[in-house]
């Protein structure tokens, strides 16, 4: 039987907050989006705020009813970064499988690790305590005998705190819990469940496989797993080199877009920074996603296929601007695009596929090499130190922070 620790970096973009100012520690505080920029939602809050019934995800204005002396502050995705890294580090020391799940939490298999550092238990007091010391931040963990357990686990006493859920007492820990304290039941399969009278993780565990399996397909089976504590997914190693599925950027808008220039001018600058990414994990892609939503919140989203791959920012530009002027009829202003590239192939196992027409492949080549020296200086001078000129024209819609193209790359990365 394996022994797993889920740790969660306690209130974690507060915390980072209050180490930089530590007399906002004992004061509510919640760090936020850009009211200026419409990001204006609570991506997270201290304890003094939680205190007073401020929650992730809701609006400024709606925390500030709660709170009406509210700290905000805007994120810093750098710091995040850097204190994330650091704790990974410390993992890291007690055992090779160490898992990200965010930038603020991991899992760990220590099984291996017993006989150097002792009993899960103890390793995880330990690592409790270096954390608080070396980095200031304080973290809850989960001791189980499984991922989804030890994730439950990890949440059931915050801040600062171990919990642990074990072969004997899970049934009597685990199955009174509401079903949306079970890991990937989300707010539309809990309310799902609910319709069937199912409204505790005990309930889930003691129904029927195929009855979950007709209600919500292929996930109905594997949530039974989990609800009976059968879950047997492996921690990964850190050495384990993950492929990636997808990259893209999404924004909601400075202001309400009305004309398909503007569309062009927000989705230019995401193509930069997608088609930059693609470069640097030496990846091309051979499909293109394109997700609108307008100033009424509804949303849409569409997709092409494409023949020959490409990292170019320019021809993804031209088919997310071609797959918009199929897709939107303007019926109301846009507030929010995206743009994400899927099916994509790794240059470095499959390589590249080369045009037979000399004329069109001396073209390709000098792109490929306007692009190379485009990357080198902005490795050395800073993302923002080149851009298109076409982005100047409007730059309250086209500039972003070095955070928003940089930091959003890596996958780790949500809100808390």
Not at 240 to 248: Q, Y
């Amino acid at each position: 039987m394996p022994d797993i620790l889920h740790i969660d970096l306690n209130n974690f973009y507060a915390s980072v907050a209050c180490l930089e100012r530590p007399q906002l520690k004992h004061l509510p505080l919640a760090v936020c989006g850009s009211q200026q920029e419409r990001h204006g939602i609570v991506l997270a809050k201290n304890e003094p705020a939680k205190a007073l019934g401020v929650k992730t995800g809701e609006a400024i204005w709606q925390a500030k009813t709660k709170a009406p002396h509210l700290i905000i502050v805007e994120p810093d995705f750098s710091q995040y970064y850097f204190f994330s890294q650091k704790a990974r580090l410390i993992y890291s020391e007690y055992t090779d499988q160490v898992e990200p799940f965010g930038i603020d939490e991991a899992w760990l298999d220590v099984t291996g690790s017993k006989n150097l550092f002792g009993q899960p238990l103890e390793i995880a007091e330990i690592i409790r305590q270096r954390v608080k010391q070396e980095l200031g931040l304080t973290v809850s963990i989960g001791v189980s005998f499984n991922k989804v357990f030890a994730k439950l686990a990890s949440d059931l006493k915050k801040p600062d705190a171990i919990s642990q859920v074990t072969l004997e007492n899970f049934q009597n820990v685990v199955w009174p819990l509401p079903i949306e304290n079970l890991l990937y039941v989300g707010k539309a399969t809990a309310s799902k469940l609910r319709l069937f009278g199912i409204d505790t993780i005990g309930k889930l565990a003691k129904l029927d496989k195929n009855f979950l399996r007709t209600k919500l397909g292929k996930w109905g089976p594997m949530l039974w797993l989990y609800a009976n504590g059968l879950d047997q997914t492996v921690v990964s190693k850190i050495s384990d080199e993950k492929s990636i599925k997808s990259l893209g950027n999404s924004t909601t808008c400075a202001r309400d877009l009305h004309t398909a220039a503007e569309v062009k001018l927000v989705f230019a600058t995401l193509a930069e920074s997608i088609a930059l990414r693609l470069r640097e994990n030496k990846l091309k892609a051979q499909a293109l996603q394109i997700s609108i939503r307008d100033n009424h919140l509804d949303y849409m989203h569409k997709q092409i296929t494409f023949a020959t791959a490409t990292d170019h920012s320019e021809q993804l530009l031209s088919l997310a601007m071609q797959l918009f002027n199929e897709t939107y009829l303007w019926n109301k202003p846009v507030r929010s695009l995206g743009l994400r590239c899927i099916n994509l192939i790794n240059l470095t196992q499959t390589g590249e596929q080369l045009s037979l027409f000399a004329e069109t492949q001396q073209t390709t080549d000098q792109q490929a090499r306007i692009v190379a020296i485009s990357d080198q200086i902005r490795a050395k001078f800073g993302y923002n130190s080149l851009t298109k000129a076409s982005t100047l024209l409007d730059q309250q819609l086209t500039h972003y922070q070095e955070d928003d193209i940089h930091y959003r790359q890596h996958n780790s990365f949500h809100s808390r």
